[in-house]
């Protein structure tokens, strides 16, 4: 999601990797009750095929391609101000009418689309980036390390204690209260008979109207929830992502064997650990350590595995900057937004009630081929748009009112 006039093809890539990335996760929050992207035990859980697809899920996307979302934004913050000042213009003011005008695309995405919205946050990251831009890469790289130890701090403090919750309803001679704590504990995580997994069910099989005005009526709670417990890491990831452009790194100026040797190190030190988590998750059964492990555990794991995949696309870029797939990919980067919107339309028309009413009827493993279906469309659609049109209708949309504003 970048501005035209200042582009890097590496940085077309990696969006384009991350935008198809993304939809990974997110297939699971369009086709099944929340309790499904923490919980692998729950519904649409059958098999081996879908703990396999929790787990690459939990390995290498989930989170993930997020944190890459946010070291863009960080990036295009300052490529967006370089350009605009070579142009004559204020590039402070040309990044905010652009954060700006991200804000009602991401309301009107929210509330008519769908609530597991990001375009919010990374609007609110990038009017906030702009209080980084002056610091120098290291003090950067300490601010996002900063940030992501805090983002941990406070998903802990939410995730461990279900682990005492359970353990005082288990005890010998629990309360009644103690004992109702955790059955409303367990209800939510979708462990068991789930009254909380069967009404989200019956909601997302309704009418557009019931959705509508369930997506409005939790709209501050849903955004006072990412914002304790997304803004902290999306920032952090941003601040990473001016650092990584002035050192050069998303600007494309790394050797081929430099990004190489980078993801290599990198995915080694994120995934080890990761795995280890995975390990504990599959042998325990045990939804609370699946609960910690993804909301709380992994943050911190993000950092390596987010700069490996970053690094590794990024040298793809730069090896085969011609070739078929990078430039497919790089078209699917290039209307980033409009892909981003279009899947949100085409997912939720599949599995909402008001459209195909798929929604809890798939497993995770029908999910993900799903996900490799819509993959395709973006590359089709986006490559036949460019040579076309060129802009992509919402980023040519977002462009005009930015300028238009300043």
Known sequence: MADESFRIGGLDFLRGCAVMGILFPN??????????????FTVGTTGTGDLAAWLFNFLLVDGKMRAIFAMLLGA???????????SGRDGMRAHRLRMLWLLPIGLAHHLLLWSGDILLMLALCGLIATLFVRLETLGLIKLSLGLLVLQTIIDLSVTLPGFGVRAAAAAPGASAAAVARWQGYADQLGIGESGAVARE?????????????ERFASFASDMLGQLVYFLPEMLAFTALGMAMLKGGFLAGQWAVSHYQATWRR?????????????????VSHDPLA?????????????????????????GIA?????????????SVGRLALSNYLLTSLAMTTLFYGYGAGLFGRLDRAGLMLVAVAMMAVMIAWSTLWRRQFGQGPAERLWRWAARRSG
């Open 76 to 86: 295009s913050t300052l490529l967006v101000m370089e350009s605009a000042e070579m």
């Open 27 to 40: 297939i699971v929050l369009f086709g099944l009750p929340s309790a499904a992207l923490f919980n692998p």
């Open 318 to 330: 730069a090896a085969r900057s011609q070739s078929l797939p990078v430039r497919l990919i790089e």
């Open 201 to 213: 069910i019956i909601r997302y099989r309704s009418g557009y109207g019931e959705i509508f005005g």
């Open 290 to 314: 699946a609960q910690s492990a993804a909301f709380g555990w992994s943050i911190p794991l993000r950092l390596p595995i987010a700069v490996g995949l970053a690094a590794l696309a990024m």
């Open 266 to 282: 990198a995915l080694l030190v994120g995934l080890v650990p990761m795995g280890g988590l995975a390990i504990w998750v599959l």
